[in-house]
């Protein structure tokens, strides 16, 4: 099992910037692929962005491209991301998730291993 906790978040101004943590424990040498991912009260779950934890491949949401890097410590289990020139529509629970390097769990987050217990972002 892989269990997954989240740190960071919080709040900020339009074009600031905010650093999230999701540290990895458990079979967390078995992750193929990370991500975030994000939801809106009322509003389907969104992939922001994630990457393939062997070669580094990403993916991004367009809306985030430019603006947010995603990362992965491989010695520290633990996956980052960080949010600049952000945005009131960046407002929204950010969850991390474990999962396949597959098309279905990088655009939607199906089939994923594991989520973090989310973190509230919200811009101003």
């Known amino acids: 099992d892989v269990q997954l906790v989240e740190s960071g978040g919080g709040s900020a101004q339009a074009g600031g910037s905010l650093r999230l943590s999701c540290a990895a424990s458990?079979?967390?040498?078995?992750?193929?692929?990370m991500g975030w991912f994000r939801q809106v009260t009322g509003k389907e779950r969104e992939v922001v962005a994630a990457i393939d934890t062997g070669d580094g491949s990403t993916y991004y949401l367009n809306s985030v491209e430019g603006r947010f890097t995603i990362s992965h410590d491989n010695a520290k289990n633990t996956l980052y991301l960080q949010m600049n020139d952000l945005k009131p529509d960046d407002t929204a629970v950010y969850y991390c998730?474990?999962?396949?390097?597959?098309?279905?769990?990088?655009?939607?987050?199906?089939?994923?291993?594991?989520w973090g217990q989310g973190t509230q972002v919200t811009v101003s």
């Open positions: 998730a474990a999962g396949p390097w597959r098309d279905d769990f990088v655009r939607t987050g199906k089939g994923a291993h594991a």
């Open positions: 458990g079979a967390a040498r078995s992750i193929e692929c």
